[in-house]
């Protein structure tokens, strides 16, 4: 019976509950909601900056699919943006500084995608030659403008457990890295990789396993859904689609989530939702 009610939500308004519930616990909740999801961009920002960074250099051939994996997603900082200023947990210009972040992370990840769009077209290696010199311009500043804000946070913001000091410290060596043209999301392999931080409040990638029906563009078909978090679905067994494409996965349960095709490796794809599920999702929850 429970799990006939989830099913007719939608991610957005599952999410909402969740953060209206947050909300209704105090405002030092919610901002401790909002510090979470920063950070946790603010590791998909240090990764995307290591990607850039990598460009052009034939000793780290870097997959573009990888990239666009790792990709920095500002939906749920934007769903969150409301319910924020409705309950007044920040003042005027830590709200006004969180639009320009988001503004920020938009725009770097629109550059982003022009270059994985001409990877497609082109191949990898010319659009790291025609695109290199903007995207780490981009990203690098990204970066450093990401450490500013979260350390802002720490700074202004109501105090939180010690684990959030300590990410935001590890944060901050990341992002300087990136933002200095290193590349410290690299694992000892050459592959790009999130580091872990003490504290993370996003729902770890949990198995799936069942079939489902994907609705593309052009036509439906059957697909497989390996895992899936708070962003996205892993799916296999999927072929014609292209990155960027607007989906709808049905599930048995006949439940529809809504995203867009982050990725493409041969028979695999990942798809990123509009918005982000909550923690308590029966999709997710463990």
């Not at 901002?31 to 034939?58: K, M, P, Q, R, Y």
Request: a positive charge.
């Amino acid at each position: 019976m429970l799990q006939s009610r989830i099913s007719r939500f939608t991610p957005s308004s599952l999410f909402m509950l969740e953060i209206q519930a947050e909300a209704g616990e105090g405002q030092s909740r919610l901002f401790e909601h909002l510090v979470s999801e920063v950070h946790a961009v603010g590791v998909d920002i240090a990764v995307a900056t290591t990607a850039v960074n990598t460009l052009n250099d034939w000793r780290i051939p870097i997959d573009p699919a990888d990239v666009a994996r790792f990709a920095p997603n500002s939906s749920t900082l934007r769903a969150l943006l409301p319910v924020l200023e409705s309950h007044h947990a920040l003042d005027g210009q830590t709200t006004a500084e969180l639009h320009s972040f988001i503004a920020d992370v938009d725009a770097a990840r629109a550059i982003l995608d022009n270059y994985l769009d001409d990877c497609d077209v082109i191949s990898a290696g010319r659009a790291g030659l025609v695109h290199a010199r903007l995207l780490r311009m981009q990203w690098k500043a990204t970066s450093f403008n990401a450490k500013r804000f979260i350390l802002e946070l720490e700074r202004n913001g109501a105090p939180l457990p010690e684990l959030y000091q300590q990410n935001t410290r590890i944060l901050s060596a990341l992002l300087t890295g990136a933002g200095n043209g290193l590349k410290p999301c690299l694992n000892e392999s050459g592959r790009l990789y999130v580091p872990p931080l003490p504290q993370r409040r996003r729902a770890p990638r949990r198995s799936v396993l069942q079939n489902c029906i994907v609705h593309g563009p052009a036509s439906s078909q059957t697909g497989f859904i390996r895992d899936a978090s708070a962003g996205g679905l892993g799916l296999g067994r999927i072929s014609g689609l292209r990155r960027r494409d607007r989906v709808r996965i049905e599930l048995a349960s006949g439940r529809l989530l809504h995203g867009t095709v982050a990725w493409i490796t041969g028979s695999s794809a990942g798809v990123s939702f509009d918005v982000s599920l909550a923690p308590s999702d029966s999709l997710i929850a463990l």
